[in-house]
């Protein structure tokens, strides 16, 4: 069974800001990701993570290369059957991008208003899809009266309101806490095992691709330096990059001791006593 997305020696360059050679964000990526897997992509900044996503759903067109969903090369869509496709395609976004004038349900409409769905079907949904991220009782919420992770929650139902084939989440758990990442990745797995959603995970976060990716790849300066199953990443890592990635730095424990000899001090306890107090 061929794989639902595949992308084939993709490359997207821009125009220099100044006269000379063009800045290229992707180099030659190759990656085949199967149906019904979930798929970390796992980068620092300035990888070309979010290029490389925008590119996956042509809202960026590569300068080369190929991407081919469901047996479709989007490079040979006319722009008519390419906004029929991205239909099948949901993203969610790591600031939400949810309509502050509209509340939580009618933030879940808005696709499938713009798809042409009856109203009271698209309510129907709606409050159906509410129900499954938990938010049923935050229907009439505004984005501005809800907390992050509840406007995730929000964000989530409606990527996936028109009933996508794929998943494509942008650093989506960047702006929330680690409780609340987790619940959020909880979400999305059991989402994945109910629709059997392809889900694509791109973030800057290895906790977050230890937690939910089956397989990924790893991006460093444009280009993917290693992929393979999580656990044997995790496990040994072959890469530079992945390995800078896993390894936390020394100084930011000696950061972190800083950080909490300071809170202590200001509650008028030192760190050694508490420290010694917690061990005992």
Known sequence: MPPILAIEKLSKSFPAVRAGDDVRALSDIDLFIEEGEIFGIIGKSGAGKSTLVRCINFLERPTSGEIVFNGVCLSSLSKAELYHTRQSMGMIFQQFNLLAQRNALRNICFPLEVAGWDRQKARQRASELLELVGMSDKAGAYPAQLSGGQRQRVAIARAIAANPRILLCDEATSALDPETTHSILALLKDINARYGITIIVITHEMP????????????????????????????????????????????????????????????????????????Q
Do not use: C, K, N, W
């Not at 993917?224 to 390995?243: D, H, K, M, Y």
């Open 208 to 279: 977050v691709i230890e937690q939910i990716a089956t397989r990924l790849a790893v991006l460093d300066e444009g280009r993917i330096v290693e992929a393979g199953r999580t656990s044997e990443v995790f496990a040994a890592p072959q890469s530079e990059a992945a390995r800078r990635m896993l390894v936390r730095p020394q100084h930011e424990d000696g950061l972190i001791a800083a950080a909490a000899r300071r809170y202590f001090e200001s509650q008028g306890m030192a760190l050694e006593e508490v420290i010694r107090d917690y061990a």
